[in-house]
């Protein structure tokens, strides 16, 4: 089956530095999805892509859709304590229905005040 | 007022016992999810149902089992419970065509002694 591989797999920064993360997949998407978990709670939405190079913001955060369909990434600019959580790449495959998503291992975000 | 509500958020039980999680949505989506999301966090899809009908079963143990009654509710029931099956359980639910509106319940950790 389809695989995500999410890099890096933990960052531990201070507070005020930027963060960047990406995923890889072996196939191509038609959506990569980019979710923020809490602990204690589910994932949350960030940033939804839809087509290839598309790049979109959402306050501090910036994700791209890679040209090559294969891979997207994340970044966090200036950092602040509640960053810190879980982050996790998804991705829905041409052909797929019924919403069906393939996460990545997710990153663990450690921001040091 | 939340939108994906799943009860309990934390279940405690034996081996050998037959357990359910109950999940509801009021966001009128078609689409409703059960995730299993391991110690490692990773995430991955159980079941989907659309419409009341099962469209993905994910190669899960047949001792679970999942029961739509109606398009805003999706439980599952857990036979014979094993120590393995001690996770934290996802439900989610989507609008079809629109991935980017995939919401998760908040969780139920499941811990089987």
């Known amino acids: 089956g389809q695989q995500l591989n999410q890099s890096p797999q933990s960052m531990f920064i201070q507070e005020g530095e930027d963060v960047s993360m990406n995923c890889t997949s072996s196939?191509?998407?038609?959506?990569w999805l980019w979710y923020k978990q809490d602990p204690g709670e589910g994932p949350v939405l960030l940033i939804a892509?839809?087509?290839?190079?598309e790049l979109t913001s959402n306050g501090r955060l910036t994700a791209q859709f890679g040209i090559t369909r294969k891979d997207s990434f994340l970044n966090i600019s200036a950092s602040i304590p509640s960053d810190v959580g879980i982050y996790f790449c998804?991705?829905?495959?041409?052909?797929?229905?019924?919403?069906?998503?393939?996460f990545g291992q997710g990153t663990i975000l450690t921001v040091h005040p | 007022d939340t939108a994906v509500s799943q009860t309990p958020k934390y279940l405690v039980t034996q081996m050998g016992n037959d357990k359910s999680i109950k999940c509801e949505q009021n966001?009128?989506?078609?689409?409703m999810y059960w995730y299993k999301q391991d110690s490692k966090k990773f995430l991955k899809i159980m079941f989907s149902?659309?419409?009341?009908?099962?469209?993905i079963n994910e190669t899960v143990p047949n001792r679970f089992s999942p029961k739509s009654p109606d398009k805003a509710h999706l439980n599952l029931h857990i036979n014979s419970l094993e120590l393995g099956d001690s996770a934290v359980y996802f439900c989610?639910?989507?609008?079809?065509?629109?991935?980017?509106?995939?919401?998760f319940g908040s969780g139920t950790r499941l811990t089987v002694v």
């Open positions: 989610a639910s989507s609008q079809e065509q629109l991935p980017s509106g995939y919401t």
């Open positions: 196939s191509i998407f038609n959506t």
């Open positions: 892509l839809y087509k290839a190079g």
């Open positions: 998804a991705g829905r495959s041409p052909g797929t229905s019924y919403g069906k998503l393939t």
């Open positions: 966001l009128g989506h078609d689409t």
């Open positions: 149902y659309n419409n009341k009908e099962l469209i």
